[in-house]
């Protein structure tokens, strides 16, 4: 699993912490106890990275641990870690000096999504699950469902209302703003049947456009220019045609919502509250590996499969998210170890109540100020 978290400063939350800052607190961290990696994101959001896990139970305990602790010297730094899906009080600005980045910025310039580029890049946050790809014989029906139930998991787990300091109008502005990108890159890589997910991802791959050639270092490709037409000698960019490490590169450069690397990137989820996370990354786990509540999943949302815009604007206040909602979480629910169960039933509780946590967030920003609420939710403690 992958967790991102907004650092804000626990005297001014409206101050953007600098890189330097944040590597010096970083430097002093030490091993984590689950074994997770500690990274910077452009905007200045910190990412824990945890290693391969035995099932759900044991990645989740292991990241909850590392989250704790990274949490604690935080603190003790003055800043704060804040589980939302997107900053809902400063402007976009980039502090990783990285070229990749940069060039990133000049690339979404070029293409006329040079706002919503920046805001995905340094102020949207999630947590990423990455399951193995499972059995060849079973790899279509899998990332269908990986696919399908994308709608359904933004209106459970929506957790960012407000972006820049304004209410946006969406439960999930995180997704809003990755739905503004490039759909060549940011969309889902899926065909018409969803039969032949590998050679959907292979057309996907060489129909989006290069972002970045390394010459050596990043530089953006500010013209339209497909995988493909390069691999054709079409268009020579860097002077030369592409090696398999640029095909590599190009790779990692798309960021369609479920994204196939030799097992399955789940990318699709706000970064949410501590209380629900556990339950949250074992709902998705659940009902992709256990094989009855697979099918029972992906009956549950096949109304709702494709309704990723409408998921992200209303989540849980659509009634067939809602009752594709309920019966995924009863599904999970029943299968969910004793370990869990607090969070399970906090999760069970609000989507019968047709809650996210955005809708949680929302209320303090009314009540407290965003200041407000961006503390008490970066001071709180699992």
């Known amino acids: 699993m992958e967790l991102e978290a907004h650092c804000f400063d626990l005297h001014d939350p409206r101050r953007r912490p600098g890189w330097s800052e944040l590597n010096d607190v970083i430097a002093t961290v030490g091993p984590l106890p689950g ?8 905007g200045g959001a910190v990412e824990l990275s945890g290693p391969p896990a035995d099932g759900p139970s044991a990645a989740i305990a292991a990241l909850v641990a590392d989250r704790e602790a990274l949490r604690s010297t935080f603190t003790e730094a003055g800043l704060g870690l804040a589980l939302l899906g997107a900053d809902p009080l400063r402007r976009p600005h ?29 102020s949207t946050a999630s947590i990423q699950i990455n399951l193995d790809a499972g059995p060849r014989d079973g790899w279509a029906d899998r990332v269908r469902l990986a696919h399908a139930l994308g709608p359904t998991m933004i209106a459970i787990a929506a957790n960012s209302p407000l972006l820049a300091g304004r209410f946006t109008g969406w439960v999930s502005t995180r997704q809003r703003v990755w739905s503004q990108l490039d759909s060549a890159r940011c969309g889902p890589i899926l065909g018409a049947s969803g039969d032949d997910p590998c050679t959907d991802w292979a057309r996907y ?16 490709v500010t013209e339209h220019v497909p995988f493909a037409d390069w691999a054709d000698g079409l268009v020579l960019l860097g002077g030369r045609r592409p090696t398999t490490a640029d095909l590599d590169y190009h790779l990692t450069t798309l960021f369609p919502p479920v994204r196939p690397r030799r097992w399955l990137e789940i990318r699709y989820l706000d970064s949410v509250p501590d209380e629900l996370l556990p339950a949250v990354v074992f709902l998705v786990v659940t009902l992709l590996d256990d094989p009855v509540a697979a099918e029972l999943a ?32 009863a599904v999970a629910a029943e299968r969910a170890p004793a370990e869990l169960s607090e969070s399970m039933q906090r999760l069970v509780q609000s989507v019968e109540n047709g809650r996210c946590p955005a809708d949680d967030f929302a209320d303090q920003a009314i009540s407290s100020g965003i200041e407000g609420a961006v503390l008490q939710m970066a001071r709180a403690t699992p």
Do not use: I
Request: charge should be positive; glycine fraction near 6%.
């Open 35 to 42: 074994g997770s990696a500690v990274t910077v994101e452009p």
């Open 94 to 122: 980039r502090v990783n000096p990285g070229a990749r980045y940069q060039a990133m910025e000049r690339f979404f310039t070029a293409s006329r999504t040079g706002r919503a580029g920046a805001a995905m890049m340094t």
């Open 205 to 220: 791959a060489l129909k989006a456009p290069v972002m970045l050639v390394h010459s050596p270092e990043a530089v953006a």
């Open 298 to 329: 992906a009956e549950a949302v096949e109304p709702v499969a494709t309704a990723w815009d409408l998921a992200a604007r209303v989540g849980l206040a659509d009634n067939r998210l809602y009752e594709a909602a309920n019966r995924c979480v």
